[in-house]
């Protein structure tokens, strides 16, 4: 009853999916772009399949440690990884060439998940994170393929929203083959929703295991444009933050070249105008200017975040002044650099509360608390440099995930 209920709304709202992708396309081409492939019209994979789902460019970038021992563990298998976001597609695309198979995710109605499952024939099918789609799963375990649940979290935040659904969200829960979360936090809430016991492990975070590189010719490339001896990143700030940053600033400048790179590519143009709105002296990074006398430089491109980090002395993680929950703060803490975010950090709830534990960031109310924390690490580099190292340690310490991950899926697959 609740799946048909479900299935009922997903079909109402399919138009208004594919109008808003056509209106984010007006902005941002990509979107309007292989919507064929959301509506489940791929070409049939003609080999055995292990299916991995990422969201977006964060998830993606965090599986690709778990996704090349895929490559080893399934040497016969074609592995597909699927995206939601445009900027995720490209980043899979730029990262593995042709070494695996990808298109967009599909809407989960039922006719288009049951068009696109006949296409892909999947062995197993890996959900990342909170990737919980009730026709998907439905339909892959009518089908006896296993499907896991991997890197899972769930905030009380999430855990209340799906609660509002229990049925729904108990059913589809225990269609999965295994829940391996991130943390005891995170497989507790599971359980909470209803998830069986037996089902759910924790495996830790394969965050921590990222794979991260860092292009030096691009690096002495971005040096010699920003000319800076300091540099602050703003790293995936969203609507709303930039400009709650850029008034603090007005108020309270600080002795840096602010590097600010918005989360979504489509308001780049639109962080760049607020900047010469406010009169500050800004600078695309796409326009290869040198940037001495400048303010801002906006990070206007892909593919580039941790040559930014390499670049950075001091990096603010967006999404946390406003209230979206924050982002990746490891891949910084991997370069040992000191870490502010704000108060809205559920997403990494746990992370970021070891890392305060343990002296390895900093976390701020507001913007103005922000640029006096910024100053005060600016003028005290010995501060900066404790807060990085003990980034870092920390990340290392929680490394392992990926092998404990890779176990549990040969055992589920057998």
């Not at 208004?16 to 292989?34: C, N, W």
């Not at 089902?199 to 691009?218: W, Y």
């Not at 940053?245 to 143009?269: G, W």
Request: aromatic residues 8%.
């Amino acid at each position: 009853m609740y799946l048909t209920l479900y299935n009922l709304i997903g079909y109402l709202l399919l138009p208004f999916a594919l109008l808003r992708l056509l209106f984010k396309g007006l902005k941002s081409p990509a979107y309007s772009q292989r919507i064929s492939e959301r509506l489940g019209f791929i070409k049939p994979i003609d080999a055995s399949c292990v299916w991995v789902h990422c969201v977006s460019v964060g998830e993606f970038r965090a599986a690709i440690a778990l996704i090349d021992a895929l490559v080893k563990i399934y040497p016969n298998h074609k592995i597909l990884v699927t995206t939601t976001t445009p900027t995720a597609s490209k980043a899979v695309i730029q990262h593995y060439q042709n070494q695996v198979l990808h298109t967009y995710f599909p809407f989960d109605v039922a006719v288009i998940v049951k068009r696109i499952v006949k296409k892909i024939r999947p062995d197993l099918c890996l959900l990342l994170e909170t990737e919980i789609w009730p026709n998907l799963i439905h339909i892959l375990h009518k089908n006896n393929i296993p499907t896991l649940l991997v890197n899972a979290r769930l905030s009380q935040q999430s855990l209340k929203k799906y609660q509002l659904f229990s049925s729904l969200s108990n059913k589809t829960l225990n269609k999965l083959s295994l829940i391996a979360t991130q943390n005891q936090n995170s497989a507790q809430r599971f359980i909470e929703l209803g998830a069986n016991k037996e089902k759910v492990i924790v495996t830790g975070n394969i965050k921590f295991d990222q794979v991260l590189n860092v292009n030096q010719k691009l690096l002495e490339n971005l040096r010699k444009l920003t000319k800076k001896p300091k540099i602050v990143v703003f790293a995936s700030t969203h609507k709303d933050e930039e400009a709650i940053i850029l008034k603090s600033y007005l108020k309270n400048p600080i002795d840096a070249l602010m590097l600010i790179i918005p989360r979504h590519p489509e308001r780049f143009n639109v962080v760049f105008e607020l900047a010469t709105k406010y009169n500050i002296t800004v600078f695309k990074r796409s326009s290869n200017q040198v940037c001495e006398n400048c303010q801002i430089l906006i990070g206007d491109s892909m593919g580039e975040m941790m040559t930014y980090f390499a670049l950075a002395d001091i990096v603010f993680i967006g999404g946390s002044l406003v209230e979206i929950g924050g982002h990746n703060v490891l891949e910084p803490a991997a370069l040992a650099k000191p870490i502010i975010f704000g108060p809205h950090v559920f997403n990494f709830g746990e992370i970021s509360a070891d890392l305060l534990a343990q002296n390895a960031a900093i976390q701020v109310q507001n913007a103005d608390e922000l640029m006096d924390n910024i100053t005060h690490l600016l003028n005290n580099s010995d501060n900066a440099k404790t807060l990085g190292a003990n980034a870092k340690r920390y990340l290392k310490s929680q490394q392992g995930a990926v092998a404990t991950l890779t176990k549990q899926i040969k055992k589920v697959s057998r």
